[in-house]
Nanobody, 124 residues
Framework: QVQLVESGGGLVQAGGSLRLSCAASGRTFSSYAMGWFRQAPGKEREFVAG????????YYAESVKGRFTISRDNAKNTVYLQMNSLKPEDTAVYYCAVKYYSGSYYSRSQYDYWGQGTQVTVSS
């Protein structure tokens, strides 16, 4: 089992930046793929970004491509989401998740454990 704790959320103006962190403990972090999802009020949780165990492969939703960057530091058991050029429509609770097995990075059902989430609010 793994425990995930997100941090770094907050209130920012449109066009601003935030960096989210997800600290993992428990099972060997460096062996597993990770992902970020988000859920806005009244909407389903959606994929934002994913990263392979080595960090060599990354995946993004079209809506964030070119603005967000996912990275990881296996020595620190932490995955990051750098968010630039934020828009009001990026407002959501952001969750990190671990994916133990092969399968699509884009699908919620492929992830095994989730953090509690961190709120990101972008004002216009």
């Amino acid at each position: 089992q793994v425990q995930l704790v997100e941090s770094g959320g907050g209130l920012v103006q449109a066009g601003g930046s935030l960096r989210l962190s997800c600290a993992a403990s428990g099972r060997t972090f460096s062996s597993y793929a990770m992902g970020w999802f988000r859920q806005a009020p009244g909407k389903e949780r959606e994929f934002v970004a994913g990263i392979s165990w080595s960090g060599g492969n990354t995946y993004y939703a079209e809506s964030v491509k070119g603005r967000f960057t996912i990275s990881r530091d296996n020595a620190k058991n932490t995955v990051y989401l750098q968010m630039n050029s934020l828009k009001p429509e990026d407002t959501a609770v952001y969750y990190c998740a671990v994916k133990y097995y092969s399968g699509s990075y884009y699908s919620r059902s492929q992830y095994d454990y989730w953090g509690q989430g961190t709120q990101v609010t972008v004002s216009s």
